[in-house]
């Protein structure tokens, strides 16, 4: 049972721009909060933003903090994280995920404890 599917990725210059998309299949995404989570070969997945479905700002880690942008088009069931200015060590698979229950995005919204559903994660590669 597939609830997220992420896309978008693909091959771009340091420098460059993409932009990833999740969009819900049997979820409706603007009743939850949405994390964007990655993972490159041999390291732990971590988390890079959380979104709540308030307006209550979105948090972002600090390696991607400035560069990378997240936005709703609730209409479309979707969730964008706008990538620019990517850098070779932004090459990663990358995940969107919800939890099961609602919560608002706050300490702790990187816990990978804290989401239940997650798309198949798409690849990012980031090189000259």
């Known amino acids: 049972q597939v609830q997220l599917v992420e896309s978008g990725g693909g091959l771009v210059q340091p420098g460059g721009s993409l932009r990833l998309s999740c969009s819900g299949t049997?979820?409706?995404?603007?009743?939850?909060?949405i994390g964007w989570f990655r993972q490159a070969p041999g390291k732990e997945r971590e988390g890079i933003s959380c979104?709540?479905?308030?307006?209550?700002?979105?948090y972002y880690d600090d390696s991607v903090k400035g560069r990378f942008t997240v936005s709703r088009d609730n209409a479309e069931n979707t969730v964008y994280l706008q990538m620019n200015s990517l850098k070779v060590e932004d090459t990663a698979v990358y995940y969107c995920?919800?939890?099961?229950?609602?919560?608002?995005?706050?300490?702790?919204?990187?816990?990978?404890?804290?989401?239940?559903?997650w798309g198949q994660g798409t690849q990012v590669t980031v090189s000259s």
């Open positions: 979104t709540s479905n308030t307006d209550t700002g979105t």
């Open positions: 995920a919800t939890p099961r229950d609602w919560f608002q995005c706050g300490s702790g919204w990187n816990r990978r404890g804290l989401y239940d559903y």
């Open positions: 049997t979820l409706t995404l603007g009743r939850y909060a």
